[in-house]
């Protein structure tokens, strides 16, 4: 269910929201095969009328299960925004819908999450990627191969 506040409720006082939303919900749409969305949004939030707008503040919360770009090492990504704010008019050119005396909050709260992604998700950002396998010569093999460098230390310059 979309997380929505009836404007009813606000007439009197603030509301306070708290909870978990899916990210089915929140339809991310998101195509990066270095970040997949299976946690829900925690959020923690209060809702007031001011005279023409709606202010939103609080807290939101998602845990990403990623990949890091450099490693290929699974690890979660954690956003936070903390003393996230949203400024909603109910009135004039700009006027947030409202729908049966409800304001949807869903397309501001995935707006503002997907501005937070990773757009090249690192596990650590001193990560130094696959470690490549060292050749290990064999010293028989040194002996039997000649060095490029041999017929040039012929030459009599």
């Known amino acids: 269910m979309p997380l929505k506040i009836n404007l009813r409720h606000l ?55 990623c990949e890091c770009v450099r490693c290929l090492k699974p690890f979660a990504y954690k956003l936070v925004l903390d003393g996230w704010a949203l400024h909603l008019p109910l009135e004039g050119e700009d006027k947030v819908s409202i729908v049966n005396d409800s304001v949807d909050l869903t397309p501001f709260v995935r707006e503002d999450m997907l501005l937070e992604f990773p757009q090249h998700p690192l596990c650590k950002p001193e990560c130094a990627g696959l470690m490549k396998k060292a050749k290990v010569h064999k010293a028989d093999d040194e002996e039997k191969a000649p060095s490029p460098w041999t017929e040039l230390d012929k030459l009599k310059l």
């Open 11 to 65: 007439e009197e006082d603030e509301v306070h929201l708290q909870g978990e939303l899916p990210v089915a919900e929140l339809e991310f749409g998101v195509q990066d095969e270095m970040i997949r969305l299976e946690k829900p949004l925690r959020y923690d939030l209060t809702v007031e009328q001011l005279h023409d707008a709606l202010l939103v503040q609080g807290s939101l919360k998602l845990v990403l299960d």
